[in-house]
């Protein structure tokens, strides 16, 4: 019998391995995004002191209504660049991208492209 690969943990490998370069602080957090099957998640996180400054989900209740409707990949793009609009506002402009393990396409990819669309340099 041949045993497939279990694809998560190969994701959280990867994760590890990007975590060990990647450290956010105050003044240039690190953006982390993670993607489950129906819904996408941002946080900024300070690592020095082990804090989430801010945080944006598809799940939230304005951004909800915004999404309704639309494809994956677009509700990523919007949650990507409201997140950015929070965190312009919050006074964070310059940030890490932490893609969480996840190939850079789709809608890792489209959370990107909405944050940077916001304002935010990465």
């Not at 909800?64 to 609009?85: D, F, P, Y």
Request: net charge positive; hydrophobic share 35%.
């Amino acid at each position: 019998m041949i045993n497939k690969p279990n694809k998560n943990k190969t994701r959280q490998k990867v994760h590890l391995r990007i975590r060990k370069n990647i450290k956010g602080t105050v003044e240039c957090p690190r953006l982390n995004v993670y993607r489950s099957t129906s819904h996408i998640y941002g946080q900024l996180i300070d690592d020095v002191a082990g804090n989430t400054l801010l945080s944006l989900s598809s799940l939230d209740k304005g951004i909800s209504k915004l999404i309704n409707g639309k494809t994956k990949t677009e509700q990523a793009s919007i949650v990507g660049e409201k997140l950015g609009e929070k965190a312009v506002a919050a006074g964070y402009t310059k940030v890490v991208y932490d893609r969480g393990g996840y190939i850079y396409t789709g809608r890792v990819a489209a959370f990107a492209e909405g944050a940077r669309k916001a304002g935010l340099i990465f």
